[in-house]
T-cell receptor, first 111, second 112 residues
Framework: GESVGLHLPTLSVQEGDNSIINCAYS??????FIWYKQESGKGPQFIID?????DKRQGQRVTVLLNKTVKHLSLQIAATQPGDSAVYFC??????????FGSGTRLQVQP | NAGVTQTPKFQVLKTGQSMTLQCAQD?????MYWYRQDPGMGLRLIYY???????DKGEVPNGYNVSRLNKREFSLRLESAAPSQTSVYFC???????????FGQGTRLTVV
C-alpha cells in the first residue's frame, strides 16, 4: 500500500555539525510534503513544507529537498544545536484530505 | 493565541469504560483531525472532518466515533475502551485538507 517511511530510526550528530534526515514515499500522487519536529511530551510542530512543483526550499537553518524521480525527501539542519534534539517526521498528502506520517527519526545532538 | 486545545491531558480507563476526548481550535480552520501515536511510531489518522457537518474515516477508525460539534470543536469518543486503545491521541486542525496541520499537546490514554 501507499506509505511514507524513513531510512534511519536514530541519528546522532555533534553539536555544530549539519544533520540530514531522509524520507522515502511511495505514493506518486503525493504533491505536498511537510517536516514536523516532535519534542518529548509535546505535539508535532511544523518545520518546513514543500510542494511537488519545487525541488528545494529553505528556511531558517533548515532546507528540504525533494527528488520526485526516486520519491525521496530530505531535511537538512545546518549547525545542529542541542535544542534540535527531537523526533522528526515527514508527512505527505497525496491528493487526500489528511496527512500521512512516516514512523519518525530520532535526532540526538551530542554536546 | 491558544491554537488547538485538548482535554484531558491524561486519562486512565478500565476496559469497557467509555469516555470522550475534547478538542477545540481558535484559528477558524475548516478541517480537523484525530490521530493516535503508539510508542516509537508515527501518527495514524483515526477520523477527520473536512468541514463543519462532515466526518470521514481515516486509517484506524474501529472502536471510535467522532462528532464535529461546530467549526471549533471536534470530539473523539471511545464507547467501550480496550487495552489496544492505550495510546497518545492528538487533535489537529488546518485551513484545508492539503495544508499544514496544527497539533494540540496530546491526551495520554491508558486502558487497563
Amino acid at each position: 500500500g501507499e506509505s511514507v517511511g524513513l531510512h534511519l530510526p536514530t541519528l546522532s550528530v555533534q553539536e555544530g555539525d549539519n544533520s540530514i534526515i531522509n524520507c522515502a514515499y511511495s505514493n506518486s500522487a503525493s504533491d505536498y510534503f511537510i517536516w514536523y519536529k516532535q519534542e518529548s511530551g509535546k505535539g508535532p510542530q511544523f518545520i518546513i513544507d514543500i510542494r511537488s512543483n519545487m525541488d528545494k526550499r529553505q528556511g531558517q537553518r533548515v532546507t528540504v529537498l525533494l527528488n520526485k524521480t526516486v520519491k525521496h525527501l530530505s531535511l537538512q539542519i545546518a549547525a545542529t544545536q542541542p535544542g534540535d534534539s527531537a523526533v522528526y517526521f515527514c508527512a505527505e498528502n497525496g491528493g487526500r484530505r489528511a496527512l500521512t506520517f512516516g514512523s519518525g527519526t530520532r535526532l540526538q545532538v551530542q554536546p | 493565541n491558544a491554537g488547538v486545545t485538548q482535554t484531558p491531558k491524561f486519562q486512565v480507563l478500565k476496559t469497557g469504560q467509555s469516555m470522550t476526548l475534547q478538542c477545540a481550535q481558535d484559528m477558524n480552520h475548516n478541517s480537523m483531525y484525530w490521530y493516535r501515536q503508539d510508542p516509537g511510531m508515527g501518527l495514524r489518522l483515526i477520523y477527520y472532518s473536512a468541514s463543519e457537518g462532515t466526518t470521514d474515516k481515516g486509517e484506524v477508525p474501529n472502536g471510535y466515533n467522532v462528532s464535529r460539534l461546530n467549526k471549533r470543536e471536534f470530539s473523539l469518543r471511545l464507547e467501550s475502551a480496550a487495552p489496544s486503545q492505550t495510546s497518545v491521541y492528538f487533535c489537529a486542525s488546518s485551513d484545508e485538507g492539503f495544508g499544514e496541520a496544527f497539533f494540540g499537546q496530546g491526551t495520554r490514554l491508558t486502558v487497563v
